[in-house]
């Protein structure tokens, strides 16, 4: 009698059709977790050093026309979060006296803005929640399709022996650990890039709050006292120092 080899690869091979193609979709499925996990962690590596050097430029900028030149090269959330609040107050410069105003409409556009980043900061991990949802449950079928076919082959043989049904069984049970192997680090990957994601939303936001403090800024210089005692608006921080002189 030949020995029978219970090794994974041999399982593999010597399943039915049905418990293979489960076989290699739960593998296929692992492989993609592992992938979108270097992926990931190198693209939100880069995102946070991004942000840590725009908090840093926006933390040193004194007013939003700096800003957009110091973050006009690296681009990126920054810049989009500084030229989304120049372009509401340059749309708004026809409402006068209107800075509550002007500062909610800014709010609620870099909102829109901070919310979509941190979307694109969570693209690709929607696929490692499925996976980690399904895949046991896609190994159960093929465990449960295997035995199945074991049975109905015992049944047809005729025969009652342990040894008839066990590599059968044990080729459909495989099924169901490929599966764990793919729920488990998909389920762990998921997790690990939420919170990696969360930190750099938490960095957009304080990006959000830098740009309001230099629309703060700026909105406080748009009324400065000239040496008359008359009231001049101002539009930058140029307009303000020329004013002073004069």
Excluded at 171 to 200: D, F, K, M
Aim: with cysteine; aromatic share 4%; glycine share 8%.
């Amino acid at each position: 009698m030949t020995p029978i080899s219970f090794s994974p690869w041999d399982m593999f091979l010597n399943a039915g059709s049905v418990v293979r193609g489960v076989m290699v979709l739960l593998a296929v499925a692992s492989l993609l977790s592992w992938t979108i996990l270097i992926a990931k962690s190198v693209e939100l590596v880069r995102v946070r050093l991004a942000l840590s050097r725009a908090e840093r430029v926006l933390g040193e900028a004194n007013t939003l026309n700096l800003g957009e030149e110091w973050t006009r090269d690296r681009g990126g959330i920054a810049h989009r979060l500084v030229m989304a609040a120049e372009a509401e107050r340059e749309q708004s410069q026809d409402i006068p006296d209107d800075r509550e105003g002007l500062k909610e409409r800014i709010v609620l556009h870099l909102e829109r803005l901070e919310a979509a980043e941190g979307r694109r900061l969570m693209r690709g991990t929607g696929l490692l929640a499925t996976i980690g949802a399904t895949s046991p449950f896609v190994g159960l079928f093929g465990t449960v399709w295997g035995i199945m076919t074991s049975f109905t082959g015992i049944a047809a043989s005729k025969a009652t022996s342990l040894a008839v049904v066990a590599p059968g069984i044990a080729e459909a049970l495989l099924a169901t650990a490929l599966g764990l192997v793919a729920a488990i680090p998909a389920v762990v990957i998921y997790n690990h890039l939420a919170r990696q994601s969360a930190a750099c939303r938490a960095q957009v936001a304080d990006l959000t709050s830098l740009v309001m403090r230099l629309v703060s800024r700026d909105l406080g210089r748009m009324q400065v006292p000239t040496t008359s005692g008359q009231i001049v608006r101002l539009g930058t921080t140029r307009d303000a120092r020329t004013a002073g002189g004069e």
